[in-house]
């Protein structure tokens, strides 16, 4: 892990207040697929970094995609080409996805596609069936990246605008006995997370599943404890150190 002043290369709305940028580092770090990087945000009134997934590594070009939500995001769609930025990357232990592993399922909602486009994007001589839910068509992005990069992509919307209307935890159990992964890999909103973790446990699907956490993080790397979650053994763990990728069965969602 390291911190530089990265250069904004691009940073433009990919979807109804959706963004993604790119930033130019001053040397090239090696990166994991679900690792994410903590960002300044321009705005000295947002002195926090925020943290986001990495979607994508080219060289020292590194891409995230951000949701506007609140003051940070809002003061990072307004940066410029050429506008510097601090950044501390990579941070998180990332997904690990053992060889064995050789048919993924990717369950995305949300913001949670990003970092696992990341993964089936870098992790090769997989195949990968993805499961990816948003809550309508203006909302929808990265669409044909995971066409090109999943061996069977299927899309699904709240409201019915593109693919089925339904939810991407819903369309892969209905999937699930037919593609009979080897492997789940998932990340989104909190209650997609939970809805996944108790239709696995109801339907006896002990397929082993790594789900990505996001939770209020202050500094990043592993020494504020803003963001702990409750693991299943009593414990706290800190999802910007110890996760974000955990085994859905080793915390509380
Ligand atoms: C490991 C990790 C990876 C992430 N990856 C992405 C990503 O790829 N793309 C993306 O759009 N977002 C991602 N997020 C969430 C992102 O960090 C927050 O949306 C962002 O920090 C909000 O900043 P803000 O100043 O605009 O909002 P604030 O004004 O700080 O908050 C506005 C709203 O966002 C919620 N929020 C704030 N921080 C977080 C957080 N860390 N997680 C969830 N909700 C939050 C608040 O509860 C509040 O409701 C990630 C978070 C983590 C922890
Ligand atoms: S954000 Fe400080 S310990 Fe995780």
Redesign the pocket.
Known sequence: MKEFIAKVKENSAIANG?YAMTITLPEEVEVKGGQ?LNIS?GNPA?LLK????I?RKEGKDIT???????????C?SQAKAGDELNVTIP??NGFSLPESAKKVAVVGGG?GI??LLSVIETVKGREYYSYIGFRGSDYACLIKDFKSASYNLTIVTDDGSIGQKTNAVAAFLSDCEKVQPDLIISCGPPVMLRALKAQLKERGISTPCLV??????GCGIGACLV?VCKTTDGTNAR??KD??VFDINEVEL
């Open positions: 959706i994410f945000t947002h925020r943290p986001f997934g979607m995230f995609c951000y949701q506007i939500k609140g003051g940070g995001t809002i990072l941070l998180g913001v990003f970092p990505s956490l996001e939770e209020r993080m963001c999802v910007c996760g974000p």
